[in-house]
C-alpha cells in the first residue's frame, strides 16, 4: 500500500525541505487575490508581513488562528493597475521558483486560477524556467455568479435620492418599479470554468 504524508505549512518553506529534483509532478491551488466572497484566505492584501509562520499567536490577525495558512510574503488583491499585477507576478514566482527546483527534469506542474488573474500567474511560471506553457480547463455547473445584484442597486440608490430621506424597504422583494424590472438581473455571468496553467521542467 502506497504510503502518503500530509504536511501542513507555507509552501515555499516545506518546499525547501525537498532535495533537488526529488518530485514526478506538483498540483496546485493557490489563492487567486480576488477576495472570493469577502474570504480572507483569497485576500492577498490581509497578509501584513513577511513569514508569518514564525509569528506568535498572539500577534497574529483575530481572523487568522494557529491553525491556519501562513503565507510567507504578503501580495496584492487583483486590480487593473500594471504595478499591483507586477506585485502579483512576483509573489508567484517565489513559489514557482521552489517547485521548479524540487521538480524532477520533465516534471509537470499544473496551477489553478481565476480568470481574471491566470495570465500573471503564467508569466511567474514562464520566468520561473518552465517550458511549453498551455492552458486546460476545470469545468463545472455548480457556480454562481459573483456580481451585483442590479434590482437590489436599484432599490437602494432610490433610498440614497429619496427627498423623503432614508425609508425602509423590503430586503428580499423588489421595492420600486426600476428594481421590479431588472430583479435577477446581474453584472457578471456565472462561471462554468477555472483556468489551469500547465507547464514543464526542460529535460
Known sequence: MQRLILRHGDCVEVLKGYEDGCIGAVVSDPPYGLSFMGKKWDDLTAVSRANRGTMPD??????????????????????????????????HLQWFNEAYRVLRPGGVIKAFSGTRTFHRMAAAMHEAGFIDLRLESWNYGSGFPKSMNIGKALDKQAVAFSSDGPSEMPVTLPATDASHQWEGWGTALKPSWEPVVVGRKPE
Not at 73 to 85: G, K, M, Y
Request: no cysteine; net charge positive; charged share 30%.
Open 58 to 91: 498572539w500577534k497574529r490577525p483575530e481572523w487568522e488562528s494557529s491553525k491556519a495558512p501562513k503565507f510567507q510574503t504578503p501580495a496584492p488583491a487583483f486590480d487593473l493597475s500594471p504595478n499591483s499585477n507586477r506585485r502579483m507576478e512576483v509573489w
